[in-house]
């Protein structure tokens, strides 16, 4: 069973703060996706990469970086964390070449205060 | 730049009918994938039907049908028979065929059915 793993459900993070979202998937995806989803917006593209070591930005990169030091594992980085990055960030990750749909994570509902 | 437009922000639907949710799309690409997901309350995104741009036959997955217009740019989900269980986020997404390097999303619809 395709698998894609966000390592935490909720967070609750204070103003300022490193925040570390991790996302592994275990299907040996080459492209893989943060997103953020707010009511009315749909979702939003942060970051993605298409290799190792990779990526690119997204609609929406201000005030987050990412990593990708393992072909599995996407992470998203908030260098400090503010109100407005409360959020759900959903990972994603997709076969490139392929027709077929991408996979997501659970989701992490991120909370700042 | 792509762009995935759905103009329905919210739906009602009476259990046992049909409904069409909208979706547009604007795209300089030749070669193109279309994608819609249901996401119910619990936030997993569920991925339900898939049309390729060269894909002369629209797609079907069981009370799933894609309404591909590629002239209009247009790729309407139609759900026939709703059940109560449809009730959730929809959203249409799209990506380039080949490369899969950004993958976009129209903002979505939430669908009510009625018992």
């Known amino acids: 069973d395709v698998k894609v793993t966000q390592s935490s459900r909720y967070l609750v993070k204070r103003t300022g703060e490193k925040v570390f979202l991790e996302c592994v998937q275990d299907?040996?995806?080459?492209?893989m996706f943060w997103y953020r989803q707010d009511p009315g917006l749909g979702l939003r593209l942060i970051y993605f990469?298409?290799?190792?070591?990779?990526?690119e930005k997204g609609d929406i990169p201000e005030g987050y970086s990412v990593s990708r030091e393992k072909k599995e594992r996407f992470s998203l980085i908030l260098e400090s964390a503010s109100t407005n990055q409360t959020s759900m960030y959903l990972c994603?990750?997709?076969?490139?070449?392929?027709?077929?749909?991408?996979?997501f994570g659970q989701g992490t509902r991120l909370t700042v205060v | 730049a792509q762009k995935i437009t759905q103009t329905q922000p919210g739906m009602f639907v009476q259990e046992k009918e049909a409904v069409t949710l909208d979706c547009t799309y604007d795209?300089?690409?030749?070669?193109?994938?279309l994608f819609w997901y249901k996401q119910p309350s619990s936030g997993e995104m569920i991925f339900l039907i898939y049309?390729?741009?060269?894909?002369?036959q629209n797609a079907t997955e069981g009370r799933y049908s894609l309404n591909f217009q590629k002239a209009r740019k247009s790729a309407n989900l139609v759900i026939s028979a709703s059940q109560l269980g449809d009730s959730a986020m929809y959203f249409c997404?799209?990506?380039?065929?080949?490369?899969?390097?950004?993958?976009?999303f129209g903002s979505g619809t939430k669908l009510n059915v009625k018992p």
């Open positions: 994603a990750s997709i076969q490139r070449h392929k027709n077929t749909e991408a996979f």
């Open positions: 299907m040996d995806h080459e492209n």
């Open positions: 990469s298409y290799d190792v070591k990779m990526k």
């Open positions: 795209t300089s690409d030749q070669s193109y994938g």
């Open positions: 049309q390729g741009s060269y894909d002369e």
């Open positions: 997404a799209m990506g380039g065929l080949y490369n899969f390097n950004k993958f976009y």
